[in-house]
């Protein structure tokens, strides 16, 4: 172990070091780890410290624990995949093409509608933890003590603009990546979802072009279609986020472009950062061509490096900036609650906010309020990076294993999906279908912009706790896709 | 007592028969009433029968406690207001004219920022009752009984179109308003507002006509211009609700009309209920026109005879009525939940529910599942329906007492608000003023129409049990009103 690592616990620097010895081949696939005692002899360390640096191993998937044997490194599994493509030069961007309005729609609620018919058994289609990943003790205890210090909460008129408390606990917490909203410029929404409807609503009149990232979030496509707009995809980098190049080129043609729409860090699907230099450089050219930047930052707390990442709020000057978020996925799946920094168009939110569902009941935001304003949100988010972390790399081995030669897939740092390109023009569509039918749910690439063009691509997610069904479904996945879907 | 009455409780009767004395003057104003022993003695009725008729008498404010010296027959006021005026035959039938699309929205956030700014110290522009009228205890504990439940359910996916349980609990109340649903065809709403919203959203394109009320709910109105449609004001009795004729010549223009919105209950602002064979034909009529009717039942339940009215929904044959409600007024101001029966658009308003805000959060429905599907929930309601009646009078009682003559006032049969109609061109935006300044609030009878039709009406709600602040109010109100506002 080397003296540059002193800051890092001690059991990371014994993971790193048998990590580095496995990656090299000094510790051959098969070959039996020193154990436990062995390793607190040799470095020194005591029995706690080899113990976690041993599991922390076998969460990334590097050892396995054998019953009464001992830890042995993982049997070996192909090669690392290679990333995912970057889209064609110039493309689409020289001639950007509105994505047709239709069609996105009835091709989503299609593939509902098929996985309403057929009972799943493995859904590696949800975009957000299984429960075991989130605090429900925690949660619900402080719902229950919410209750009791507030009992007229059920039966009371609902704070106007959200809980005041509730947001300023989310100012305090947005100070992580670079803002520093007050409590009054934040907006509680139902989810996120309500804060892109309210933010497209504010910007947008029906008829107008919204460019967004090419692939994107499904669901921000049907948001779109359903207010009568016209979503234009960006050609978007797999590593480097939308491509502010070409979102130059979009502006300086005649389409009447309204709003742009991101998710600047851990994309959906990419899984993709945009360098904080994009960043800026994408605040700047919005800012500059009066267009607003609706930023979508649902995933930014996941990161792998336990150092939020920078929103491009944090480069906004001017109020051209939208920020969106939610708990959905870092916290609570089953709490509707979201939330907005409305920019310039503040007023205008609040007024389409209230026009459309009224403020949002308090209960839950009193609860949350709690949590979030205390450290054991920290501890959560840690251990939730640790578990996506790790599952995200034994999903990613599985189909490195399972899924058939010339596949690729970028691996994110953080977030919960992977986005996998199929090799030889294999459709998701009919990968879809034949894994459905087996119970088996994927989101197939189709569904993330209104052209075919991602078609050979799966998203998968890694939600769950990796276990051997999911091993299973992917082996079968695999299987599915070598056939030819 | 007379012998038809057999049916109704002792008490209730022992009141009617003491009503109807002071009423003809037989007990006059300032007499005492005969004491309690005297009335177990001439009606051979227990303890407790002659003291629930004098409190119920003292409710509806005929009788007056003095301590110690027993029931008194409350000092003079003048006599029963005159109900409002009926809107002029063939006025704006004729030639309907769609109201302006600009303008109510300023005006109501003029009102809304108004408000903002002046502390308010009596609140009577309120459209739901005060905590008191609620079961904070039983929903409290059906909230936490939820919560220990069902443990996981913060950190759950949310059941898509809404609890499967609430919405059964939800198809069994709707019954008792002739209505037959099945729970699959319930989508649970954040309120009654989005259920509004999605309802609209559903039926029309901006640029659409939606036929209301004339006047009608101001928020009604924020939302068919945030959604960039236009209002046409129907003339709108305030003893029969919508005029189906005047519809029917609305239709019969050159308009543009794709949906007629009706608050058939009690309602808002003018608390009238439409007959039903009113309903029956406004049914027939958007029907025949393939107009969707989007009907808002949100005080159905609130009758003063415990019987729920019918809805227009009930005589629905085709799916062309969209039916929409909420807790907002009988059950639990301080919980978003509503819903709605979407007709032949169901599964439009699904795909609009999603794409808007994704399902409900599951705690809340949970909790009123269980309180709902039991006999509190219709405990409550007789009580709240006391309650309110007993507002309601006491409110009329003291306009009028303080407001000047020429006042007119509708007394309506449920629900909590009053239609108070000012003599002699006040205006109720200069009314409106001087009570905010003095810490009173009313909602002005401009906020309800995009004309300035209803300028000399003001909507005073009855929703907290009156005491002698609100008497003060009101009869401060009156000196305003008396002074020209
Ligand atoms: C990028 C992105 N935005 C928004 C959402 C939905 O957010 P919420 O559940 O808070 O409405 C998702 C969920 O899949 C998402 O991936
Ligand atoms: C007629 C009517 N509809 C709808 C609403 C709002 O309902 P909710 O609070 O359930 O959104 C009101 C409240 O004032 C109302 O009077």
């Not at 300023?168 to 989810?191: C, F, K, Y």
């Not at 978020?325 to 920094?341: D, E, F, N, V």
């Not at 897939?409 to 953080?414: H, I, R, V």
Request: with cysteine; aromatic share 6%.
């Amino acid at each position: 172990m080397d003296a540059a690592t002193v800051d890092t616990p001690l059991y990371l620097q014994l993971a790193a070091h048998y990590r580095q010895a496995i990656a090299s081949g000094v510790l051959a696939p098969g070959a039996r780890m020193p154990s436990v005692r062995a390793l607190m002899r040799t470095h020194r360390v005591s029995l706690s410290t080899a113990l976690q640096a041993c599991r922390s191993l076998e969460d990334e998937g590097l050892l396995e624990a054998r019953p009464r044997s001992g830890y042995f490194v993982q049997a070996p599994r192909r090669a690392v995949l290679q990333p995912v493509q970057e889209p064609e030069p110039g493309a689409t961007a020289a001639s950007p093409d509105p994505a047709p309005y239709s069609g996105i729609h009835d091709r989503i609620s299609d593939f509902v509608v098929k996985c309403e018919r057929h009972p799943v058994v493995t859904n590696l289609a949800l975009a957000f933890g299984s429960p075991e990943c989130y605090p429900q003790e925690a949660l619900k205890n402080a719902a229950l003590r919410a209750l009791r210090r507030r009992p007229e909460v059920l039966v009371s008129p609902v704070p106007p603009q959200g809980d005041p408390g509730f947001r300023a606990v989310l100012a305090r917490r947005a100070m992580a990546a670079g803002m520093s909203p007050t409590p009054d410029e934040i907006v509680v929404t139902h989810g996120c979802t309500e804060a892109l409807n309210l933010a497209l609503r504010a910007v947008t009149q029906p008829g107008d072009t919204v460019a967004v990232e090419s692939p994107t979030y499904f669901g921000l496509l049907q948001v779109i279609e359903s207010l009568g707009l016209t979503a234009l995809e960006i050609p978007t980098s797999p590593s480097r986020g939308m491509s502010v190049e070409a979102l130059e080129l979009a502006f300086a043609t005649h389409l009447q472009i309204r709003a742009v729409v991101v998710v600047p860090n851990f994309q959906n699907p990419l899984g993709c950062v945009m360098p904080d230099e994009e960043k800026a450089r994408l605040v700047a050219l919005c800012d500059a061509a009066k267009v607003a930047l609706i930023e979508d930052d649902i995933y930014g707390a996941l990161s792998d490096d336990d150092l939020p990442l920078r929103t491009a709020k944090s480069w906004d000057r001017s109020g051209n900036v939208i920020h969106c978020g939610s708990l959905h996925k870092t916290l609570a799946p089953g709490m509707r609650i979201g939330w907005m920094l409305g920019g310039r168009w503040l007023a205008r939110i609040r007024m389409l906010k209230h026009a459309q569902s009224r403020a949002n009941d308090a209960l839950a935001q009193l609860a949350i309020a709690e949590f979030m304003g205390s450290h054991a949100y920290d501890r959560h988010l840690v251990r939730l990076r640790r578990l996506l972390k790790a599952q995200r790399a034994a999903t990613a081995e599985a189909i490195a294993a399972h899924f058939p030669a010339g596949t690729r897939l970028s691996m994110p740092s953080g977030g919960m999906m992977l986005w996998v390109e199929m090799p030889g023009g294999r459709s998701s569509g009919q990968v879809f279908d034949a894994a459905l039918a087996e119970g088996i749910r994927v989101a197939p690439g189709l569904m993330f912009s209104n052209s075919g063009r991602f078609d050979h691509f799966l998203r998968i997610s890694c939600g769950t706790p990796f276990n051997p069904n999911i091993e299973a479904a992917i082996r079968r996945l695999g299987q599915i896709v070598a056939a030819g879907g």
